[in-house]
């Protein structure tokens, strides 16, 4: 009976490997933390319940955070009024970087399709990487760029 159970759950875990590796990272990323939220409360309060509350009742504080991040992950939408005609806004993103100053960043124009931003992308990582002798804050300035030309 045992071996069947550890059976079931390596074919879960197998399935779910599969689904994360087919999703985009941002997707995955959500689907993560619905699932390690979830899972850590059904774990820790299977440990309360058998007497294990020093364990259990952080785990629960700890998924409920998972499941708090996981809720509120949909980026809120915008007004409207500062569209561009690609649809994407002109005004500074909750990043603080407007789409402009991301394209000034990466050297790329407004017809730039999401091949050329990774690109330009790639290419601006190589020289400002902080292993290549560059910085921690320009490598994150040039990573905040590809984010908002993406939509990420």
């Not at 071996?3 to 995955?28: C, E, N, Q, T, W």
């Not at 909750?94 to 730039?112: F, H, N, Q, W």
């Not at 992308?121 to 300035?141: E, I, N, T």
């Amino acid at each position: 009976m045992l071996l069947y159970g550890l059976l079931a759950l390596a074919a879960l875990v197998i399935v779910f490997a599969v689904v994360m590796a087919r999703l985009p990272s941002k997707d995955a990323a959500r689907l993560l933390r619905w699932v390690l939220g979830v899972g850590g409360v059904v774990l820790g309060a299977l440990l309360t319940i058998r007497g294990l509350a020093v364990a259990g009742v952080p785990l629960i504080g700890a998924a409920l955070g998972f499941l708090g991040v996981a809720m509120r992950g949909a980026k809120p939408g915008s007004s409207g009024t500062d569209q561009q005609t690609d649809g994407r806004s002109a005004a500074p993103s909750r990043t603080g970087m407007s789409v402009d100053e991301a394209r000034a960043i990466l050297g790329v124009g407004p017809d730039a399709d999401e091949a050329e931003i990774r690109k330009a992308h790639r290419s601006m990582m190589k020289r400002v990487h902080p292993d290549q002798g560059g910085s921690d804050a320009l490598a994150a300035k040039v990573q905040q760029a590809r984010d908002v030309l993406l939509g990420d």
